[in-house]
């Protein structure tokens, strides 16, 4: 048996996998958990690496590894491959006043024309810009600026502090697109984007092919074996769309940290209405994308709140009835990125001595959670982008409750995947692709849910309370999304 190894870096832990390069079936697999802040010193991710290798198993029996990561992240490096200070996640909302600042000085339609992406608080560039104003001491020491999974392949090859060799950093098309100094037009960087930002110019990682090679692990680290290839590498998202053999007309709705739905598209998108981001894929496509920053963690919240367990709160939100009694939430509890509420909070709609019971507030949870991510399945089809299935994936994905509310508020058939680490089985297909030169073909199961019916009411009662704050409402209850 042939075995390799996937890696994922993301915001909350990072995961090891090895698999049975014939099938894609999981063989050992390790987690480590990553801090809760939302600035992180990157040696918090290398040394999670580290132990979730460990966790694994080690990786001396493996044939070839590859990383994926949580897009956007940056880590800056001084000319000999120090670390030069903490990075800002793409989720830390203290970037907004750089990405105003950037919007007005370039326009918002030019981000969008250049790179395919309305410019939000979470791009790399608006970390740089607020680098610059925040900490320029640091900002001067910065000789290259490369997003986390670019920055662990990097450390997996040997290199790290003071060893230099930054002209040996690489990443992928999914992740430069996700910097806002990239085209998915033309496929390279734009340069001059990237000094705006920042004021002067730095090293990027080189950016590979999709079946490319980043190069070979170095020698001295702990149950890592030197001289196994490493794969390209990805962003989450494209790893995870790689992993589900996505296709034209398929739509992934991904609840984790974040809420994201994607779609694979054979051109980049420019969506001036601010919605849609163009992302690449990691097949050489594009990979229409629109994320959100609150999800998974609405419901730990409500399960907190009302002293249950997660599955508790998804039997208490079934008990109750689509609409909860009028009972609304807007989850915005982090702010949000779209629709563009840095500044917003969560709050309860409607609320009356009647209504305000257990099982409402619950369905409460769960409906205002997932409306503000269907509302951006119509921002896709804005762009021309077909949606003829839903895909549910994520760590809320096997709620009852989330997979009833969600097929009452969609026409399109709804399907889940079963259980699996989709972004580190995406990785182990890119680690596959450096022994054989192509992406395998491993089995893929999912199951369809039961139709339900319409419930126009949950849209229309979140447009309702957005409306009564005075935020942009998509105008759309009901998406006829088919």
Same mark, same amino acid.
């Given at each position: 048996m042939t075995l390799i190894a996937g890696v994922d870096s993301s915001t909350q832990s990072c995961k090891v996998t090895v698999r049975d390069l014939a099938t894609g079936e999981r063989v050992r697999e390790g987690k480590a958990a990553h801090p809760a802040e939302t600035i992180v010193h990157p040696d918090a991710w290398w040394d999670a690496l580290l132990t979730a290798v460990r966790r694994a198993g080690g990786l001396e029996d493996v044939a070839a590894i590859s990383v994926s990561g949580q897009q956007h992240t940056p880590v800056f490096l001084d000319a000999t491959g120090e670390v030069v200070c903490e990075s800002p996640l793409w989720n830390d909302t203290g970037s907004h006043a750089q990405m105003v600042d950037l919007n007005n000085e370039l326009g918002k339609g030019e981000w969008i024309r250049r790179t395919g992406l309305p410019l939000t608080l979470s791009d790399t560039v608006t970390k740089?810009?607020?680098l610059r104003d925040v900490n320029p001491q640091a900002a001067r020491r910065t000789a290259a600026v490369a997003v986390v999974h670019d920055w662990l392949t990097w450390r997996l090859m040997g290199f790290g502090p003071s060893a230099g060799e930054l002209d040996l950093l690489?990443?992928?098309?999914?992740?430069?697109?996700?910097?806002?100094?990239?085209?998915? *037009?033309?496929?390279?960087? @734009?340069? *001059?984007?990237?000094?705006?930002?920042?004021?002067?110019?730095?090293?990027?990682?080189?950016?590979? $092919?999709?079946?490319?090679?980043?190069? !070979?692990?170095?020698?001295?680290?702990?149950?890592?074996?030197?001289?196994?290839?490493?794969?390209?590498?990805?962003?989450?998202?494209a790893a995870a769309a790689l992993a589900l053999g996505l296709s034209g007309g398929d739509a992934v709705l991904s609840l984790g940290t974040s809420g994201v739905i994607y779609t694979r598209s054979a051109h980049a998108?420019?969506?001036?209405?601010?919605?849609? @981001?163009?992302?690449? $894929?990691?097949?050489?496509?594009?990979?229409?994308? !629109?994320?959100? =920053?609150?999800?998974?963690?609405?419901?730990?919240?409500?399960?907190?709140l009302l002293g249950c367990t997660y599955a508790e709160l998804s $039997?208490?939100?079934?008990?109750?009835?689509?609409?909860?009694?009028? =009972?609304? =939430?807007?989850?915005?509890?982090?702010?949000?990125?779209?629709? $563009?509420?840095?500044?917003?909070?969560?709050?309860?709609?409607?609320?009356?001595?009647?209504?305000?019971?257990?099982?409402?507030?619950?369905?409460?949870?769960?409906?205002?959670? =997932?409306?503000?991510?269907?509302?951006?399945?119509?921002a896709l089809r804005a762009c021309d982008v077909r949606v003829d299935r839903l895909l549910l994936i994520g760590g809320a994905a096997e709620s009852p409750a989330v997979q009833r509310v969600l097929t009452q508020m969609v026409d399109v058939p709804v399907f889940v995947p079963h259980s699996d680490e989709l972004v580190t089985k995406g990785a182990a297909m890119q680690a596959v692709s450096t022994l054989t030169g192509t992406f395998p073909s491993w089995p893929l199961s999912m199951t369809e849910l039961t139709d339900a019916p319409l419930e126009a009411r949950i849209g229309e009662q979140h447009e309702a309370a957005k409306a009564s704050l005075g935020y942009a409402t998509t105008n759309s209850a009901r998406l006829p999304i088919g």
């Open positions: 740089l810009r607020w690489t990443t992928d098309r999914s992740e430069a697109s996700g910097t806002a100094y990239w085209s998915g *037009d033309t496929g390279e960087y @734009c340069t *001059d984007l990237f000094e705006h930002a920042f004021g002067r110019a730095a090293q990027l990682p080189r950016i590979l $092919d999709p079946l490319d090679t980043a190069g !070979v692990t170095g020698g001295g680290m702990p149950g890592i074996p030197a001289g196994i290839p490493i794969g390209v590498g990805s962003g989450d998202n998108v420019h969506d001036y209405a601010g919605f849609v @981001c163009s992302y690449a $894929d990691a097949t050489g496509d594009h990979l229409p994308l !629109v994320a959100t =920053l609150n999800a998974a963690r609405n419901f730990e919240l409500g399960a907190t $039997d208490l939100a079934l008990q109750a009835p689509a609409g909860a009694e009028g =009972l609304t =939430l807007l989850p915005f509890f982090e702010g949000e990125r779209t629709p $563009d509420l840095p500044h917003a909070r969560g709050s309860l709609h409607e609320a009356s001595l009647s209504n305000l019971t257990r099982a409402n507030f619950a369905r409460a949870v769960i409906e205002g959670t =997932l409306a503000n991510q269907v509302a951006m399945i119509d």
